[in-house]
């Protein structure tokens, strides 16, 4: 009997993007159906953690593959000793999704992980808490932050946005000019789809201090709003 035959790297990890796009899609989807508490972004996260479960669940039984659910919290960890920070607390993005990669050449190569990470979106809860701001300073560019190192070793991540005020498009326009404002490079955010409930939209980055340096994100906006 012959080796199993697996798809070039890139393939595959077009195929997890893809895979946990969807799932956190229809997560969030029932997510804004039935509601939650959105005072708390991180309430909003913990929440969302047992739909996941429960989508990851149904699609293994519907498509007979192994969907494993997403990690919420953990550690960015390190896989060479080069990483290692002396036991000083690691970063944590809001949810990891792992792929086993049968093409690795090294140990540091041989499970990629996807990076979720999630902000609330809307007006500002205070003068000194502005959400939409917190977005690209806490969200996009910490996957170009060698402090963070959000999206290591891999071509894409996603960003969530739990939107509690305003439109999706009043939100769009202060994100990209807080951007510019705070990026060296900005570039476009561009929209893909959307319903009643959910926005996608795309973005390319090249990237300065986390490698490789070709990267796109994934932007899924949910209305939460009662």
């Not at 519907?62 to 290692?84: A, G, N």
């Not at 808490?129 to 300073?137: F, G």
């Not at 990209?176 to 476009?188: A, F, L, Q, V």
């Amino acid at each position: 009997m012959g080796r199993k035959r697996f798809p070039s790297a890139p393939v595959l990890w077009n195929r997890h993007e893809q895979l946990y796009t969807e799932v956190f899609e229809y997560a969030l989807q029932r997510l804004a159906e039935i509601g939650c508490d959105v005072s708390h972004e991180d309430a909003i996260s913990e929440a969302l953690c047992p739909i996941l479960n429960e989508v990851c669940f149904e699609e293994r039984a519907k498509t007979k593959r192994e969907i494993r659910t997403p990690d919420w919290e953990k550690k960015v960890q390190p896989v060479v000793s080069s990483e290692l920070r002396g036991g000083k607390a690691s970063k944590r993005p809001d949810f990891t999704c792992k792929l086993f990669n049968p093409h690795a050449s090294s140990s540091e190569e041989h499970e990629l992980n996807l990076h979720i990470e999630c902000k609330r979106l809307g007006k500002s809860t205070s003068r000194t808490w502005i959400l939409n701001e917190n977005y690209v300073v806490d969200g996009i560019m910490r996957f170009d932050s060698d402090e963070h190192e959000y999206g290591k070793r891999v071509s894409s991540g996603i960003m969530v946005g739990y939107i509690i005020s305003m439109t999706a498009c009043e939100i769009l326009v202060e994100i990209d000019n807080y951007h510019i404002k705070h990026c060296s490079r900005p570039t476009e955010i561009t929209h893909q789809y959307g319903n009643d409930h959910i926005s996608q939209f795309r973005q390319h980055i090249d990237r300065k201090h986390v490698k490789p340096e070709s990267f796109d994100i994934v932007h899924i906006w949910v209305d939460l709003k009662k």
